[in-house]
């Protein structure tokens, strides 16, 4: 398995193409509210991606057994977990919605998602995106140099199954740089002390996948769609993370993006973002 290590250059392009991700997902929060389509939000995104002078990486990514992705960005609603495709039906109150996005800028890939909650909801379908939020957050805390992956996936799994959530397994985080999808894989679930050791410089995509009911999924007939086979209300989040000495830098914070829990040290990367 060969991890890339990002050197001082491959940082700059990561922190540019990172920062652009979680602007694209500032600019798409206000458009996210009933009667818009998600094929408009997807329409908006890659003319938004193109105008800064970046192009969307899931349009026609074909990964070995698949179709070509047919769209700019990924929308999963209520029970798809994730690789929603865009479609003409419109958004209604109460729904829940991931955005995922994936911009190349300058040759290099910034990932990140957002749940978003499309008018009022149900104060469990609420519940759901907020505890999703706080443990993708409980796993970006774990990463520093010398500490393993399994470290990550043991505090995401520990937090979703004490508030009685489940974790999704089939698809995980994800190394990420001048490819979309590098080494080493990031689980959401496993021991502490195992796995892969980080080392600074290793860009690293924290995404998980929380399901209100059982764990299982399954794929829909377009060969990308996966939905939770009890039909259960699913969340993810996601940002892009670099490995540093002594700790972890988000690169996908934006102005916009929702503020880190209380327990998160502050740093000077989640400073900037908020200012």
């Excluded at 990486?57 to 960005?73: D, E, F, T, V």
């Excluded at 929603?84 to 994936?102: A, E, R, Y």
């Excluded at 379908?125 to 992956?149: F, K």
């Excluded at 993810?236 to 503020?259: C, I, K, M, N």
Aim: a negative charge; glycine letters at 10%.
């Amino acid at each position: 398995m060969t991890i890339t290590i990002k050197d001082a250059e491959g940082i700059v392009g990561m922190r540019a193409a990172g920062r652009l991700a979680g602007e694209l997902l500032d600019y798409l929060t206000p458009l996210v509210k009933p009667g818009i389509s998600t094929n408009e939000i997807d329409r908006l995104a890659d003319a938004w991606t193109v105008a800064h002078g970046a192009v969307s990486a899931p349009l026609n990514y074909a990964p070995s057994g698949h179709n070509p992705y047919p769209k700019a960005i990924c929308t999963s609603i209520n029970h798809q977990v994730c690789h929603g495709i865009p479609n003409d039906k419109p958004l209604k109150k109460g729904d829940i919605v991931n955005v995922d996005v994936t911009v190349i800028k300058d040759g290099w890939h910034g990932d990140s998602s957002r749940m978003f909650v499309v008018g009022e909801a149900s104060l469990a379908a609420r519940r759901l995106c907020a505890l999703t939020h706080e443990a993708m957050w409980h796993g970006i805390v774990r990463v520093r140099a010398g500490a393993h992956l399994g470290d990550i996936g043991h505090a995401i799994q520990q937090f979703a199954e004490a508030q009685g959530l489940s974790v999704v397994r089939e698809f995980c985080g994800h190394g990420i740089g001048r490819k979309f999808h590098e080494e080493p894989q990031v689980l959401h679930y496993g021991r502490p002390g195992t796995l892969e050791r980080l080392e600074a410089g290793m860009t690293i995509t924290i995404e998980p996948m929380l399901n209100a009911g059982r764990r299982e999924v399954r794929e829909m007939g377009d060969g990308w769609t996966i939905v939770t086979r009890d039909r259960s209300l699913s969340a993810q989040w996601e940002h892009t993370v670099l490995v540093t000495e002594s700790g972890f830098e988000v690169l996908t914070l934006s102005p916009g993006a929702p503020p880190a829990p209380a327990f998160v040290p502050r740093s000077p990367a989640l400073a900037s973002a908020a200012s």
